[in-house]
């Protein structure tokens, strides 16, 4: 169970980077069009706002990696990074719909995975 949580979050990780590179304009695809708004179109962040919004994103993807890699290495700061994580997580998934509508599902799992390991012991 260790293992699958530690990909789970490695996985979410890689998947908040999208939201690095399409505002950064590093790469866009059909299914992820470069856009400075947020909250469905209805705010337009600018360039500018839109690149801020892309280094939260990736801030979460480093961060995702690396509570990932603390799992695995059972370091004991592992769970409380988990949790803030996804504590932060929902706030780009949530502003950047309907594009990361699956990411709010993710953290839902995720947050019940972490939750409901540690307590019963299945992630020792």
């Known amino acids: 169970m260790r293992w699958l949580l530690a990909g789970l979050l490695i996985a979410h990780g890689i998947a908040h980077v999208v939201g690095f590179v399409v505002p950064w304009k590093i790469l866009t695809s ?5 856009r400075t708004t947020i909250l469905a179109s209805s705010v337009d962040l600018g360039e500018t706002g839109a690149r801020l919004m892309g280094r939260m994103w990736l801030g979460v ?11 695995l290495a059972r370091a004991s700061w592992w769970y409380g990074a988990a949790l803030a994580l996804v504590s932060v997580s929902v706030a780009p998934c949530v502003v950047g719909r309907p594009d990361s509508r699956l990411g709010i599902l993710a953290n839902a799992v995720i947050l019940a995975v972490v939750i409901t390991g540690t307590r019963l012991g299945w992630l020792v």
């Open 30 to 34: 059909k299914e992820m069009p470069y």
């Open 61 to 71: 993807a480093v961060g995702f990696a690396i509570a990932g890699a603390g799992l």
